[in-house]
Nanobody, 119 residues
């Protein structure tokens, strides 16, 4: 059974930091590209960062220089390290697993973890 379990969200003050984790099971984690998306009510889900199985990374312009995506294949876990958080970073964050070359409809998704940025 495939599972992606996101954790680490919470309430943080502007300028603060959080690290999200995405624990994977039920598939060959190292073969998948891992991404973090976020969504706020009334808006489309947006890609925040991706780390490919090759370990190459890409970031949304809005988080470049503040967020870092990483993965630990030995632990089947992906991470999103978020620094200098802004109120506009508040969202539900979802982790995603995509097998390169496959249909995106076959992607795996985590359940989402809430990040609130407020003083």
């Amino acid at each position: 059974q495939v599972q992606l379990v996101g954790s680490g969200g919470g309430l943080v003050q502007p300028g603060g930091s959080l690290t999200l984790s995405c624990a994977a099971s039920g598939f060959t984690f190292s073969s998948y590209d891992m991404s973090w998306f976020r969504q706020v009510p009334g808006k489309q889900r947006e890609l925040v960062a991706v780390i490919r199985r090759s370990r190459s990374t890409n970031y949304a312009d809005s988080v470049k220089g503040r967020f870092t995506i990483s993965r630990d294949n030995a632990k089947n876990t992906a991470y999103l390290h978020m620094n200098s958080l802004k109120p506009e970073d508040a969202a539900v964050y979802y982790c995603n697993a995509h097998f390169p070359g496959s249909n995106y409809r076959d992607d795996y998704w985590g359940q989402g973890t809430q990040v609130t940025v407020s003083s």
